[in-house]
């Protein structure tokens, strides 16, 4: 078997082959050009570097002088025609006739065979990238279908040309680069992770779980992030967050805001004026990376939902019937875009219904429109039962969310549970419009030693709780104005307190003097309660609460 047929189809051995056919067969074994004795030299279309015209050598002397491995097989069991001698360097002597099956380990450790027999039988060449052999090396490798023929010119059989090209150190290059990128992408998720709230809070009325997934390995990680914030009174925030960006500065400003987050909260603000504290502070930051948030608070005395979004994606609601509803109020821009009012909407959350608050990678197809993905949760919401954690595993699913996911994904799902027998029990409430003057002061203390007596609470508890009962409501007929009320609620954890006034200066405890005969009222709230506080009401005035925690 020779490569006389073969070697004619090489880049540059066309002038040979018409001298050939003008002068007769060329010998195979030197293959060397015949010229004629009279007319001008034929020129060489590539010298060689060691003065011989390249269409004077044989396709063997060729192949021989390449640095890249190359071998050539035939017929239909690929056996060895010929190997040069980078190919022997690299991979050891072949021996011509036998299998490459057999005799070509490498080719199996580059999983060529398959591949071989393809263009063997295809006529089309294939090329693979960077395959690896046991010794480490790493090969691109261009598979070439070629005819053999013999010294006759007659057809002979069909081969192939197997050409090895070493990319180790580019290979080795794209893994550090790999590696690289990997360290930088974990680094990021354990930031991010670390950022986010280890342990929910759980308020008493509120069943809560969430769930947070980065992107796959392919897409780097994003600011994603949500919490839930007990303010007091029975009344508890949820918020859901995306920074704009990547990496591990999209997740560093991500912790940034939902610290401040936390700071406003205690304030115990409307949404809406959270969140424009929110978008001066997101454009302090960074104005290059903005933001998009929900914050909503749940008071369980409204059953509803307060909310205000800046450029985020509706809450949704699903009924205890299944129904599901969608957030109305429009949202504003996203945070750190500045001159903008923001405005708060409501959504009910009655007992037995589910609230969804979640980012825009469990919804955003790049195929589809975002409207056709919010519809899409709809859908699943609306037949997602079970605890908080089961719904949001649900709709993980059912959205097609996958460790390839191309974004990162936050869900936060708040259940508002309806209660019945002995649970329902541990759940009352009470209140009491405070009318008249000073005379409403022992109405009120008589009206809470009964209700908490009724409540069959300690009488350790009963009189303190009168006593800041009675505390609240003096100061209110102090330095309020009408219409005032107080409120008494109770829930399997705790005891709350609570007076409404029409007047908006909001109380602070101070040092009272000893010759003082007022301004001790909130200090001995404050001494005996758990907790207390104050915020301003929508319609006006404000509230001042207390906490007591019951007894285990």
């Not at 192939?160 to 590696?179: P, Q, S």
Request: glycine share 10%; hydrophobic share 40%.
């Amino acid at each position: 078997m020779n490569f006389t047929r073969w070697s004619a189809r090489l880049p540059g051995t066309q002038r040979r082959a018409a001298v050939r056919d003008d002068q007769g067969s060329v010998p195979a074994a030197r293959a060397e050009s015949t010229r004629p004795a009279s007319g001008p030299t034929p020129q060489a279309d590539t010298p060689d570097p060691s003065g011989t015209p390249l269409e004077a050598l044989s396709a063997s002397e060729i192949l021989g002088r390449l640095p890249a491995p190359v071998a050539l097989l035939h017929g239909p069991d690929l056996r060895i025609t010929y190997v040069n001698d980078a190919y022997t360097a690299a991979f050891g002597e072949r021996p011509h006739g036998a299998p490459a099956a057999e005799a070509m380990p490498e080719l199996t450790e580059l999983s060529l065979l398959p591949l071989v027999g393809q263009v063997l039988r295809s006529g089309t060449p294939r090329t693979v990238k960077s395959r690896k052999v046991r010794a480490g090396q790493s090969y691109t490798v261009t598979c070439t279908p070629v005819a053999v023929g013999d010294p006759d010119g007659a057809d002979g059989e069909a081969g192939v040309l197997v050409y090895a090209t070493d990319v180790t150190d580019h290979a080795e290059a794209a893994e550090r680069l790999r590696t690289s990128e990997r360290r930088h992408r974990d680094t990021a998720v354990t930031l991010q992770r670390s950022l986010l709230p280890q342990d929910l809070e759980q308020p008493d009325d509120l069943r809560i779980a969430a769930t947070y997934q980065p992107g796959g390995t392919d897409a780097a990680v994003g600011g994603d992030w949500y919490d839930v914030i007990t303010l007091g009174a029975g009344r508890t925030a949820l918020v859901i967050g995306d920074v704009m960006g990547r990496g591990v500065r999209a997740a560093a400003v991500m912790g940034q805001l939902r610290t401040a987050v936390r700071a406003y909260a205690r304030l115990d603000l409307p949404p809406h004026e959270v969140l424009q504290l929110l978008d001066v502070l997101a454009a302090e930051i960074d104005a290059s990376q903005i933001a998009t948030c929900v914050y909503a608070v749940h008071d369980p005395n409204e059953g509803q939902l307060v909310y205000s979004s800046a450029g985020h994606l509706p809450v949704l609601v699903r009924d205890e019937d299944g129904t599901v509803h969608r957030a109305e109020e429009p949202p504003g821009p996203p945070l750190g875009t500045g001159g903008w009012v923001h405005t708060s909407g409501t959504i009910a959350l009655p007992p037995g219904s589910t609230a969804v608050l979640y980012t825009d990678g469990l919804v955003e197809r790049r195929s589809e429109d975002i409207d056709e993905g919010v519809a899409a949760l709809e859908r699943a919401l609306s037949g997602a039962v079970g605890s908080p954690q089961v719904v949001c595993d649900r709709l993980i699913r059912s959205l097609g969310v996958t460790a390839e996911h191309d974004d990162d994904v936050a869900v936060l799902v708040v259940q508002h549970p309806s209660r019945t027998g002995a649970s329902a029990e541990l759940f009352h409430n009470a209140s009491l419009d405070l009318l008249g003057g000073v005379e409403a002061a022992p109405r009120a203390r008589a009206f809470a030693t009964g209700v908490l007596t009724s409540w069959r609470f300690p009488v350790e508890l009963c009189d303190l709780g009168v006593l800041a009962a009675s505390e609240l409501v003096a100061n209110s007929l102090q330095h309020g104005t009408p219409p005032m009320r107080l409120g008494l609620r109770r829930t399997d954890r705790r005891l709350i307190i609570e007076v409404t006034d029409g007047d908006e200066h909001l109380p602070r405890r101070r040092q009272a003097e000893p010759a003082d005969e007022a301004g001790r009222g909130i200090s001995i709230v404050a001494t005996i309660a758990t907790s207390w506080g104050s915020r301003r009401t929508p319609g006006g005035g404000k509230a001042v609460w207390c906490e007591f925690a019951l007894p285990a």
